[in-house]
């Protein structure tokens, strides 16, 4: 069974820097494309940052793109996913949510998500 456990959100202010973890587990877990996703208070979930399995290749969103860096670790059976924030906004105020994406990495694979982990930015 695959799990997803978020980490590392926290309050920063405008124009700082925070680091998400995603710790994925189960199996074959470290060879599926991953994703970031964040919903804000009131709207629906969207896409953040995509990664191929190998980590070669990556997407982000177009406001994210230049300040948000999508990275991974794998390892058997296991992966872990990391987004670092920097120059963050007051808009990028959400809960964060990992999961695995499809060939192009930004389509949710994945019906559940986890709990997520909330980004507070202050302005």
């Known amino acids: 069974q695959v799990q997803l456990v978020e980490s590392g959100g926290g309050l920063v202010q405008a124009g700082g820097s925070l680091r998400l973890s995603c710790a994925a587990s189960?199996?074959?877990?470290?060879?599926?494309?991953m994703g970031w996703f964040r919903q804000a208070p009131g709207k629906e979930r969207e896409f953040v940052a995509g990664?191929?399995?190998?980590?070669?290749?990556?997407?982000?969103m177009k406001s994210v793109k230049g300040r948000f860096t999508i990275s991974r670790d794998n390892a058997e059976n296991t992966v872990t996913v990391y987004l670092q924030m920097n120059s963050v906004k007051p808009e990028d105020t959400a809960v964060y949510y990992c999961?695995?994406?499809?060939?192009?990495?930004?389509?949710?694979?994945?019906?559940?998500w986890g709990q997520g982990t909330l980004v507070t930015v202050s302005s």
């Open positions: 999961n695995f994406v499809g060939s192009n990495l930004m389509d949710p694979v994945l019906d559940a």
């Open positions: 189960g199996r074959t877990s470290s060879t599926y494309n």
């Open positions: 990664i191929s399995w190998r980590g070669r290749t990556t997407r982000y």
